[in-house]
Protein backbone atom coordinates (compact mmCIF):
# COMPACT_ATOMS: atom_id res chain seq x y z
CA UNK A 1 0.00 0.00 0.00
CA UNK A 2 1.00 3.37 -0.54
CA UNK A 3 0.13 6.05 1.06
CA UNK A 4 1.21 9.77 -0.13
CA UNK A 5 0.91 13.45 0.27
CA UNK A 6 -2.88 14.66 -0.91
CA UNK A 7 -2.87 18.38 -2.33
CA UNK A 8 -6.24 19.86 -1.64
CA UNK A 9 -5.85 22.53 -4.95
CA UNK A 10 -4.96 19.83 -6.74
CA UNK A 11 -6.50 20.05 -10.71
CA UNK A 12 -9.85 18.01 -11.17
CA UNK A 13 -8.80 14.66 -13.19
CA UNK A 14 -5.85 14.34 -11.32
CA UNK A 15 -5.81 10.09 -10.56
CA UNK A 16 -5.09 8.36 -7.16
CA UNK A 17 -5.66 4.70 -5.87
CA UNK A 18 -9.12 4.53 -3.90
CA UNK A 19 -9.93 1.34 -1.91
CA UNK A 20 -13.76 0.22 -2.36
CA UNK A 21 -15.82 -2.49 -1.75
CA UNK A 22 -16.71 -5.02 -5.29
CA UNK A 23 -18.64 -7.90 -5.24
CA UNK A 24 -16.49 -10.31 -3.53
CA UNK A 25 -14.11 -7.94 -1.51
CA UNK A 26 -12.22 -5.17 -1.45
CA UNK A 27 -10.12 -3.45 -4.47
CA UNK A 28 -7.84 -1.06 -4.86
CA UNK A 29 -8.51 0.78 -8.52
CA UNK A 30 -6.73 4.06 -9.57
CA UNK A 31 -9.89 6.91 -10.40
CA UNK A 32 -9.76 10.48 -11.65
CA UNK A 33 -10.69 13.18 -8.66
CA UNK A 34 -13.88 14.71 -9.24
CA UNK A 35 -17.55 14.97 -10.35
CA UNK A 36 -19.73 15.78 -13.37
CA UNK A 37 -21.29 19.55 -12.77
CA UNK A 38 -24.78 18.97 -11.64
CA UNK A 39 -26.19 21.73 -14.00
CA UNK A 40 -25.08 21.56 -17.64
CA UNK A 41 -22.10 24.47 -17.74
CA UNK A 42 -21.52 24.24 -13.98
CA UNK A 43 -18.25 23.84 -12.37
CA UNK A 44 -17.29 20.16 -11.49
CA UNK A 45 -16.20 19.75 -8.12
CA UNK A 46 -14.26 17.44 -5.74
CA UNK A 47 -15.24 17.28 -1.86
CA UNK A 48 -18.93 17.04 -0.84
CA UNK A 49 -20.03 18.21 2.59
CA UNK A 50 -20.95 15.28 4.93
CA UNK A 51 -23.07 17.28 7.53
CA UNK A 52 -27.10 16.03 7.70
CA UNK A 53 -26.02 13.11 5.06
CA UNK A 54 -25.74 9.60 4.22
CA UNK A 55 -23.94 7.34 1.88
CA UNK A 56 -25.56 4.16 1.48
CA UNK A 57 -23.55 2.78 -1.42
CA UNK A 58 -20.67 3.70 -3.49
CA UNK A 59 -18.24 4.34 -0.35
CA UNK A 60 -14.28 4.68 -0.87
CA UNK A 61 -11.28 5.44 1.09
CA UNK A 62 -8.64 7.93 -0.47
CA UNK A 63 -4.92 6.53 1.22
CA UNK A 64 -3.12 9.58 2.43
CA UNK A 65 -0.03 10.22 4.57
CA UNK A 66 -0.64 14.18 4.68
CA UNK A 67 -3.11 16.53 3.14
CA UNK A 68 -2.27 20.51 2.21
CA UNK A 69 -4.08 23.36 2.75
CA UNK A 70 -3.33 27.06 1.61
CA UNK A 71 -4.27 29.19 4.47
CA UNK A 72 -3.60 33.16 4.29
CA UNK A 73 -1.20 32.82 1.32
CA UNK A 74 0.94 29.91 2.98
CA UNK A 75 0.76 26.43 2.07
CA UNK A 76 0.43 23.93 5.53
CA UNK A 77 0.56 20.31 5.33
CA UNK A 78 -0.99 17.75 8.55
CA UNK A 79 0.11 14.35 8.76
CA UNK A 80 -1.07 11.93 11.97
CA UNK A 81 1.17 12.95 15.30
CA UNK A 82 1.70 9.28 15.15
CA UNK A 83 3.11 10.02 11.70
CA UNK A 84 0.57 6.83 10.24
CA UNK A 85 -0.53 7.03 7.75
CA UNK A 86 -4.67 7.17 6.96
CA UNK A 87 -7.70 7.27 5.12
CA UNK A 88 -9.91 10.30 3.77
CA UNK A 89 -13.55 9.23 3.71
CA UNK A 90 -14.99 9.11 0.38
CA UNK A 91 -17.43 8.31 -2.39
CA UNK A 92 -17.22 7.26 -5.98
CA UNK A 93 -19.72 7.38 -8.74
CA UNK A 94 -19.77 4.90 -12.45
CA UNK A 95 -19.31 6.85 -15.52
CA UNK A 96 -21.47 8.54 -17.46
CA UNK A 97 -21.96 8.73 -20.92
CA UNK A 98 -20.13 12.49 -20.24
CA UNK A 99 -17.51 11.68 -17.34
CA UNK A 100 -15.12 8.84 -16.05
CA UNK A 101 -15.88 7.26 -13.06
CA UNK A 102 -14.57 8.86 -10.29
CA UNK A 103 -14.71 10.12 -6.73
CA UNK A 104 -14.71 12.80 -4.28
CA UNK A 105 -13.87 13.06 -0.88
CA UNK A 106 -16.68 14.27 1.99
CA UNK A 107 -15.63 17.32 4.17
CA UNK A 108 -16.33 17.98 8.13
CA UNK A 109 -15.42 20.85 10.52
CA UNK A 110 -11.97 21.26 11.02
CA UNK A 111 -10.63 19.96 13.91
CA UNK A 112 -8.96 22.12 16.57
CA UNK A 113 -5.27 21.52 14.80
CA UNK A 114 -6.76 22.61 11.62
CA UNK A 115 -9.29 25.40 12.15
CA UNK A 116 -6.62 27.89 13.05
CA UNK A 117 -5.84 27.53 9.26
CA UNK A 118 -9.24 26.41 7.82
CA UNK A 119 -12.72 26.00 9.05
CA UNK A 120 -13.07 22.76 7.01
CA UNK A 121 -11.34 19.68 5.78
CA UNK A 122 -11.22 16.31 4.42
CA UNK A 123 -12.85 13.14 6.22
CA UNK A 124 -9.92 11.44 7.94
CA UNK A 125 -10.49 7.92 9.09
CA UNK A 126 -7.88 6.46 10.96
CA UNK A 127 -6.23 2.86 9.72
CA UNK A 128 -8.12 1.02 12.55
CA UNK A 129 -11.93 2.11 11.20
CA UNK A 130 -11.42 1.85 7.68
CA UNK A 131 -13.70 -1.35 7.19
CA UNK A 132 -16.23 0.41 9.68
CA UNK A 133 -16.97 2.91 6.61
CA UNK A 134 -16.37 0.48 3.74
CA UNK A 135 -19.06 -2.02 5.34
CA UNK A 136 -21.16 0.56 6.89
CA UNK A 137 -20.64 -0.57 10.48
CA UNK A 138 -21.27 2.91 11.95
CA UNK A 139 -23.25 5.64 11.34
CA UNK A 140 -22.04 8.60 9.18
CA UNK A 141 -21.93 10.60 12.41
CA UNK A 142 -19.77 8.83 14.37
CA UNK A 143 -17.39 8.47 11.47
CA UNK A 144 -17.31 11.92 9.63
CA UNK A 145 -16.61 13.69 12.64
CA UNK A 146 -13.33 15.72 13.76
CA UNK A 147 -10.44 13.82 15.15
CA UNK A 148 -9.62 14.83 18.79
CA UNK A 149 -6.89 18.30 19.33
CA UNK A 150 -3.67 16.93 19.47
CA UNK A 151 -4.07 14.55 16.26
CA UNK A 152 -2.32 16.61 13.58
CA UNK A 153 0.84 17.28 13.59
CA UNK A 154 1.29 21.07 11.69
CA UNK A 155 4.51 21.81 9.38
CA UNK A 156 4.83 25.31 7.07
CA UNK A 157 5.21 23.94 3.34
CA UNK A 158 8.28 25.79 1.62
CA UNK A 159 7.26 25.26 -2.20
CA UNK A 160 9.72 28.24 -2.80
CA UNK A 161 12.44 25.98 -1.59
CA UNK A 162 11.28 23.05 -2.76
CA UNK A 163 11.17 24.62 -6.73
CA UNK A 164 14.50 25.50 -6.65
CA UNK A 165 16.05 22.10 -5.40
CA UNK A 166 14.41 21.06 -8.35
CA UNK A 167 15.83 22.98 -10.71
Same mark, same amino acid.
Given at each position: MHASIFDSEASIGQRRVIIRRNAGGVEMVERPWGFQPEQPGGRPFTVIRAEGRTF #?? +??? !? @?? %?? /??? +????GKHYGFSLADSDWFYFAGIWR? %????? #? /? &?? %?? !???? &?? &?? @???? +?????AVIPRDRRMAWLDRTCSEDELLRPLPPGSFKVRLCDYTRQAELAL
Amino acid at each position: MHASIFDSEASIGQRRVIIRRNAGGVEMVERPWGFQPEQPGGRPFTVIRAEGRTF #PS +HRC !L @VP %AS /EFR +HRSRGKHYGFSLADSDWFYFAGIWRP %ATRDW #P /E &AY %AI !LTIE &AN &AD @VSPF +HDRQMAVIPRDRRMAWLDRTCSEDELLRPLPPGSFKVRLCDYTRQAELAL
